[in-house]
T-cell receptor
């Protein structure tokens, strides 16, 4: 089966600019996650979708981050405006459903803020 | 906050040796998972162990869970250079089943 696809792989922007990341999960996976992974740390969950509804966004900085999953398939994560501390790898993962399921990760987007 | 904390932070061994890494956590959990992350790649699920299980095997991997000590260990036997990666434990608690990841153990296997 095809894995989780993410684009772009790398992005460099200046602070206060905006940026968007795209994720296409594994076909048939109802649950989609966005994580932020800062260098040297483990992934931190930003938002979880079940189909096109939000399950958990308690750690999403909503003043600058937004995410959507229209039609319950692809998802986009946006940052506007970006801050220096947003430099990180943004990982998308999907799983068959909610509950405890193995998550399948994409290779992420490495974001650098200048 | 990060629930699980891996130990050691870094581990360097020779090919053929066994590698053991540990994960400790603070509050009672439902499940514990181990993931591997190669440099520049996403995480790959290795194994899941439920709170009522004590040991699981998958190929060269052996995971133990001691809920009384709130700790888990991952043993990789007969390591290979291809095992070089970061290894993360992830725990979930309560009713959310959303895993919380630790900072990881960086394993280097020298050929």
């Amino acid at each position: 089966e095809a894995g989780v696809a993410q684009s772009p792989r790398y992005k460099i922007i200046e602070k206060r600019q905006s940026v968007a990341f795209w994720c296409n999960p594994i076909s048939g996976h109802a649950t989609l996650y966005w994580y932020q992974q800062i260098l040297g740390q483990g992934p931190k969950l930003l938002i979880q979708f079940q189909n096109n509804g939000v399950v958990d966004d308690s750690q999403l900085p909503k003043d600058r981050f937004s995410a959507e999953r229209l039609k319950g398939v692809d998802s986009t994560l946006k940052i506007q405006p970006a801050k220096l501390e947003d430099s990180a790898v943004y990982l998308c993962a999907s799983s068959l459903g909610p509950g405890i399921q193995p998550q399948h990760f994409g290779d992420g987007t490495r974001l650098s803020i200048l | 906050s990060q629930q699980g904390e891996e130990d050691p932070q870094a581990l360097s061994i020779q090919e053929g040796e066994n590698a053991t890494m540990n994960c400790s956590y603070k509050t009672s959990i439902n499940n514990l998972q181990w993931y591997r992350q190669n440099s520049g790649r996403g995480l790959v699920h290795l194994i899941l162990i439920r709170s009522n299980e004590r040991e699981k095997h998958s190929g060269r991997l052996r995971v133990t869970l001691d809920t009384s000590k709130k700790s888990s260990s991952l043993l990789i036997t007969a390591s290979r250079a291809a095992d070089t990666a970061s290894y993360f434990c992830a725990t979930d608690a309560g009713g959310s089943y959303i895993p919380t990841f630790g900072r990881g153990t960086s394993l280097i296997v020298h050929p």
